[in-house]
C-alpha cells in the first residue's frame, strides 16, 4: 500500500529564516517516484519537482533543495532563505511505478513566512 | 497553451440536483485525472484516463459519478443526486509524453462545488 506522511500541519518562520518540510512515504514497490507540489492561495497546485527511486542525489534549485534518504524512507524539502511568496501549502506526493497513474498526496504543510 | 482549464470554477447546488464539470487538459497530453480535495486535506485520486480509456476508479467514486473523456481530448466529470459530503474542490490534472511512467501531473485550477 502506499502512503504518504507529512507530520508538519502547520509551519511559521520569519521572512530569511530557512525551513525543512518532512515527507515519509510507505511502498512496496522497489520503483516509485516522489513529486512535491506547492499550493499557494490562488488553489492551483504547481509542480517543484520529481525524483525516482534509483536516483538519490540531493537536488537544488534556486532557493530551494531536496534530500531524499531511500534508508529513512524520507524526502525533505528545504526552503533557504525564505521569502514571504513562499508561503503556501506544500505537499508531497508518490506514484508506484506498476500504478503509475495514481498519485498519492500527503496531508501538507502550511507554511506561513512571516515578514 | 496556457495550461490545464476546468470550468466552472464555482459551482453552488442544492442538494439532488446533477452537476457537470469540464476539463481541458494540456494539448497533446494523453494522460488525464480527476481528484477531489477537501479542506485541510490532499488530493485524493478518483479516476485517470490514458486517451479515451478510463483505466482506473477510485473506491471514492461511487455509482453517482461518472467520468467521460470521449475523444481523449477534455473531459467532463458528472455527479448525480448530489449530496453536501460532495462539496469540495474538484482538480483536473495532465500529464505528457505517452509512454514515459510517472512523470509529473499539470493541475487546472479546479471547480470548487458547494452543495446546499
Known amino acids: 500500500a502506499q502512503k504518504v506522511t507529512q507530520a508538519q500541519t502547520e509551519i511559521s518562520v520569519v521572512e530569511k529564516e530557512d525551513v525543512t518540510l518532512d515527507c515519509v512515504y510507505e511502498?512496496?514497490?522497489?520503483?516509485?517516484?516522489l513529486f512535491w507540489y506547492k499550493q499557494p492561495p490562488s488553489g492551483e497546485l504547481v509542480f517543484l519537482i520529481r525524483?525516482?527511486?534509483?536516483?538519490?542525489q540531493n537536488e537544488i534549485s534556486g532557493r530551494y533543495s531536496w534530500n531524499f534518504q531511500k534508508s529513512t524512507s524520507s524526502f525533505n524539502f528545504t526552503i533557504t532563505a525564505s521569502q514571504v511568496v513562499d508561503s503556501a501549502v506544500y505537499f508531497c506526493?508518490?506514484?508506484?511505478?506498476?500504478?503509475?497513474?495514481?498519485?498519492?498526496f500527503g496531508p501538507g504543510t502550511r507554511l506561513s513566512v512571516l515578514p | 497553451d496556457t495550461g490545464v482549464s476546468q470550468d466552472p470554477r464555482h459551482k453552488i447546488t442544492k442538494r439532488g440536483q446533477n452537476v457537470t464539470f469540464r476539463c481541458d487538459p494540456i494539448?497533446?497530453?494523453?494522460?488525464l485525472y480527476w481528484y477531489r480535495q477537501t479542506l485541510g486535506q490532499g488530493p485524493e485520486f478518483l479516476t485517470y484516463?490514458?486517451?479515451?480509456?478510463?483505466?482506473?476508479k477510485s473506491r471514492l467514486l461511487s455509482d453517482r459519478f461518472s467520468a467521460e473523456r470521449p475523444k481523449g481530448s477534455f473531459s467532463t466529470l458528472e455527479i448525480q443526486r448530489t449530496e453536501q459530503g460532495d462539496s469540495a474542490m474538484y482538480l483536473c490534472?495532465?500529464?505528457?509524453?505517452?509512454?514515459?511512467?510517472?512523470?509529473?501531473?499539470?493541475f487546472g485550477q479546479g471547480t470548487r462545488l458547494t452543495v446546499v
Open positions: 490534472a495532465s500529464s505528457p509524453v505517452p509512454g514515459q511512467m510517472n512523470t509529473e501531473a499539470f
Open positions: 511502498t512496496r514497490d522497489t520503483t516509485y517516484y
Open positions: 525524483r525516482n527511486s534509483f536516483d538519490e
Open positions: 506526493a508518490l506514484s508506484e511505478a506498476k500504478y503509475g497513474q495514481n498519485f498519492v
Open positions: 494539448s497533446e497530453h494523453n494522460r
Open positions: 484516463f490514458q486517451n479515451e480509456a478510463q483505466l482506473e
